[in-house]
């Protein structure tokens, strides 16, 4: 008789925190949303791995995808660049023409446009890589709410901490934005409904 009235205590404690707590975590999301979708980017100008000039031109068209990350990511920029490629993938060619992908490196010290070209190469669908002067892309990334933090180890090497969502831009203005945790399906699907 304890058990069950110990399960049903706990059960229904559960219910009012999900009850309770639900808003709350409905509510802060929506706050992320709102405060990324403030971010409108920047005037800028950098090079792209055939170090011709990109600029905020450049994001114009019926949808972009920005990116930011760096070659040496080990782990959520291959894994959200893989997804969006396949995601690609699975576009109807049409689709695949209207939309474009901008790889923007926050580690341009490294990433060279020779690193990121042969970084790109192993993605099937074409992808623009950007670098530039340090200060530039800082500023590029700030003027779309993304924030990166190099991490030294004992040795002195570093690896970077950065937000790493998609972003997604229409006619180069912010449209949406796609959580680095998205499987390739969820980003087909947003991916469709943004081009139709």
């Not at 990433?111 to 623009?128: A, G």
Request: proline residues 4%; aromatic residues 12%; hydrophobic residues 40%.
């Amino acid at each position: 008789m304890k058990l069950k009235t110990s399960i049903s205590i706990i059960i229904g404690c559960s219910v009012i925190f999900l009850f309770i707590m639900l808003p709350i975590f409905l509510s802060i999301e929506k706050k992320e949303d709102s405060y990324i979708s403030q971010f409108q980017g920047s005037n800028f100008s950098l090079l792209d791995v055939n170090n011709e000039m990109i600029t905020e031109e450049s994001f114009k068209g019926p949808i972009t995808a920005i990116f930011f990350g760096f070659t040496n990511c080990p782990d959520v920029c291959p894994m959200t660049l893989g997804n969006l490629d396949q995601a690609i993938n699975n576009l109807k060619d049409d689709n695949k023409e209207k939309f474009k992908v901008f790889f923007v490196s926050i580690d341009p010290d490294r990433d060279t446009p020779e690193v990121i070209r042969n970084y790109l190469e192993i993605f099937e669908n074409k992808m623009y890589g950007i670098t530039g002067e340090p200060e530039k892309v800082f500023l590029l990334s700030q003027s779309w709410g993304v924030l990166s933090e190099k991490i030294f180890d004992e040795e002195g090497n570093y690896s970077i901490n950065h937000s790493s969502s998609i972003i997604l831009l229409k006619d180069g203005k912010y449209l949406d934005r796609i959580s680095h945790h998205a499987q390739y399906e969820d980003i087909f699907k947003a991916l469709e409904k943004h081009l139709r």
